[in-house]
């Protein structure tokens, strides 16, 4: 729980009444490698913060798995319109390790954007997050292959050490087998 308050703290300092409601709404959960968290055609009634572990977003394009992005630890994660809007999710949340996550309700969520603090944090957060996504849509639509896994090592190594090929792959956008011909070509 000490890694979320940290992560909360650098976005918006807490008081310590904030930081009590915050240990008493989210709670810890444990899922197996390759568990789904959130899936498709439901509502996702949780945001998740992960403790450690990682946790592939895809979806179906034309009948293929697509993975969208990879988290890792000390990283919040939802299907993002599901949850804010609470309709039917499109996408897949999946572990790729054991995981552990705290995770808040959407009820809960509701209740703790009750304390200021928090409400500033999230409202930090959202345009922190949705800003990068901007950028790194922006930046990752015109990169090669090879830029796109380069930036991959170098900004999220974490992505590298803890998804399968197939999923990196998948994220950049090339086969497999283009994938290990850009890793021999950078080693």
């Known amino acids: 729980m000490n890694e979320l308050i940290n992560v909360i703290n650098s976005f918006q300092k807490l008081d310590s009444d904030t930081e009590d409601a915050i240990r ?9 490698k390759n568990e789904f968290i959130i899936q498709e055609h439901k ?7 992960i403790s450690s572990g990682a946790v592939r977003r895809f979806c179906f394009e034309n ?9 890792t630890d000390n ?4 299907s993002m319109s599901s949850f804010f809007e609470q309709k039917i999710s499109f996408e897949i949340f999946q572990t790729c390790e054991e995981t552990v ?5 959407y009820s809960d969520e509701q209740l703790l954007l009750e ?6 944090f999230h409202l930090k957060q959202l345009r922190h997050y949705l800003s990068r996504i901007n950028e790194f849509h922006h930046l990752f639509r015109v990169m090669s292959a090879e830029k796109k896994y380069l ?3 170098e900004s999220f190594p974490q992505i590298i050490r803890k998804a399968k090929l197939k999923h990196i792959a998948s994220l950049i956008g090339v086969s ?3 994938l290990s011909r850009i890793r021999a070509s950078i080693i």
């Open 63 to 71: 009948d293929e798995e697509v993975t969208k992005w990879i988290y």
């Open 115 to 120: 304390y200021p603090l928090f409400l500033k």
């Open 101 to 105: 996550v705290y995770s808040l309700s």
């Open 24 to 32: 008493e709404f989210f709670v810890e959960e444990k899922f197996k």
């Open 176 to 178: 497999q087998e283009t």
């Open 43 to 49: 509502i996702c009634n949780r945001i998740y913060f």
């Open 75 to 78: 990283q919040f994660f939802t």
């Open 151 to 153: 930036f991959l090592l």
